[in-house]
């Protein structure tokens, strides 16, 4: 896999403010603000860099207000999402980024739904949609 590298500047020219806040300085939407995308059937990719991340299948609603998924497109051992501890704002949580552009997506919490138990937090500004080619 390329790796995407690009300056701050590149950046904030290729993404809105929030999403350059999300996405590059780890920061995190309102929940219930961005969940608005299709129930079709379809993939979620990185907004920073298009890399497919999470299949529609795999979403649930976890009623946390943001979107929610029990896996990464390739399966828990991942090579699209990878993870690193984040002890930010006194908490010890498992952060999610993208393995393209390092971009921040959100966290993944072990009280998901089967069949993986996980529940992977994603910022919605963080995704694109891509509908099946099928609709």
Not at 56 to 78: N, V, Y
Not at 97 to 126: K, M, Q, S, W
Request: contains cysteine.
């Amino acid at each position: 896999m390329d790796k995407v590298v690009k300056s701050d500047a590149e950046w904030q020219a290729q993404l809105d403010a929030l999403e350059f806040k999300v996405l590059r300085k780890h920061g995190t939407e309102r929940a219930f603000t961005h969940d608005n995308f299709p129930k079709d059937g379809g993939v979620f990719a990185c907004k920073g860099c298009g890399m497919p991340l999470f299949h529609q299948a795999d979403k649930f609603d976890s009623g946390t207000g943001w979107p929610s998924f029990t896996r990464p497109i390739d399966g828990t051992d991942s090579q699209s999402v990878g993870e690193r501890e984040d002890r930010g704002f006194f908490m010890r949580r498992t952060e999610v980024h993208c393995n393209r552009c390092d971009g921040h997506l959100g966290h993944v919490f072990p009280d998901g739904p089967e069949p993986t138990g996980l529940r992977y937090c994603i910022n919605g500004v963080a995704l694109t949609f891509e509908p099946d080619a099928d609709g």
